[in-house]
């Protein structure tokens, strides 16, 4: 059974710094690509960084560019989200998913396949 479970979320200052975790089981990590998103009350699902697994490519949506860096552990089947510089904006319900390949990047929805429950990141200013 694929399961994704995200941790590491809470309640951080702006300009302070958070790294998510997401451990993956049920599937060969190296296998697909993982992707971060998030949502905030009241706006839409966005997509925010995913890593290929099998090279270590990444992407990021501007908004995170330069302040957010994905990271994964093959041997310990773990994605992560080292969030630095964090905004009030950056306020939302992370969730990290499975693509349906090994080889997007892409941050549509659709390109995903299974999804962790997510975690909360708060940031005050």
């Known amino acids: 059974e694929v399961q994704l479970v995200e941790s590491g979320g809470g309640l951080v200052q702006a300009g302070g710094s958070l790294t998510l975790s997401c451990a993956a089981s049920?599937?060969?990590?190296?296998?697909?690509?993982i992707g971060w998103f998030r949502q905030a009350p009241g706006k839409e699902h966005e997509g925010v960084s995913s890593?290929?697994?099998?090279?270590?490519?990444?992407y990021y949506s501007d908004s995170v560019k330069g302040r957010f860096t994905i990271s994964s552990d093959s041997a310990k089947k773990t994605v992560y989200l080292k969030m630095n510089s964090l905004k009030p904006e950056d306020t939302a319900v992370y969730y990290c998913?499975?693509?349906?390949?090994?080889?997007?990047?892409?941050?549509?929805?659709?390109?995903?396949?299974?999804w962790g429950l997510g975690t909360q990141v708060t940031v005050s200013s």
């Open positions: 998913a499975k693509a349906r390949s090994s080889w997007t990047l892409g941050l549509t929805s659709f390109l995903y396949n299974y």
């Open positions: 049920g599937f060969s990590l190296d296998d697909y690509a």
């Open positions: 890593i290929r697994i099998s090279d270590g490519s990444t």
